[in-house]
């Protein structure tokens, strides 16, 4: 129980400081609302349980595999994200009604690939969830329930943050220009964020 409670405290510190994944959820809430912003914090915590299946089942090699990959994929996720901040940055006020149309499936999509191409995440996710096992038998078991622990207490910290962008998005209602800037900016630094993401 002590290693759960440490698990929790630990992942909570980490779910306040924020990475791509959270400029990501703060930049669609910002643009395009709440709604927008759950659905992302829904994507990258799918994103993040694909990547914490392959330390679960203990593919080491399939871990380092996929990593190589995404090395290469990332970079893709960077210029894409880059595209989208300043496309954003360049709105106008008359802008803000067409980029509530994005679909729930485009907005789910963004935050998956973002938290799924994420080299570091996926290697720091395997050294991270281990050193939570307490003894050496039921590591499969004891590895299952830390990571549904772990998903719960990054899925609710992303809520926060989903709830908190979409909160001060209405003080920008009078500002749109500003509110795309913001926005603009959140997305360029989630690109940010994934260009220095390395394996650790």
Same mark, same amino acid.
């Given at each position: ?41 829904? !994507?990258?915590?799918?994103?993040? #349980?694909?990547?914490?299946?392959? =330390? /679960? @089942?203990?593919?080491? %090699? $399939? ?77 499969? !078991?004891?590895?299952?329930?830390? #990571?549904?622990?772990?998903?719960? =207490? /990054? @899925?609710?910290?992303? %809520? $926060? ?40």
């Amino acid at each position: 129980m002590a290693n759960v409670i440490a698990l929790i405290v630990a992942t909570s510190v980490l779910v306040l400081i924020p990475g791509p994944n959270v400029a990501l959820i703060v930049a669609n809430s910002l643009g395009r609302g709440l709604k927008s912003g759950l659905v992302t914090a829904f !994507g990258t915590t799918v994103g993040i #349980a694909v990547q914490l299946s392959l =330390v /679960i @089942i203990g593919l080491a %090699t $399939l871990v380092e595999a996929a990593a190589s990959t995404l090395m290469w994929i990332r970079w893709l996720g960077v210029m894409y994200l880059i595209y989208l901040g300043i496309l954003t940055w360049n709105k106008t006020g008359t802008d803000l009604a067409q980029s509530r149309e994005q679909s729930g499936i485009n907005t789910f999509s963004r935050g998956f690939v973002l938290a799924v191409i994420n080299p570091k995440t996926l290697f720091f996710n395997a050294a991270f969830l281990p050193q939570f096992v307490a003894g050496s038998e039921g590591t499969t !078991g004891q590895l299952i329930l830390l #990571a549904a622990v772990y998903m719960t =207490v /990054i @899925i609710m910290g992303d %809520t $926060l943050w989903a709830i908190f962008a979409a909160s001060a998005r209405r003080l920008f209602n009078r500002f749109r220009h500003l509110q795309h800037r913001v926005t603009g900016g959140f997305l360029l630094s989630a690109a940010v964020g994934l260009a220095l993401s390395r394996r650790s």
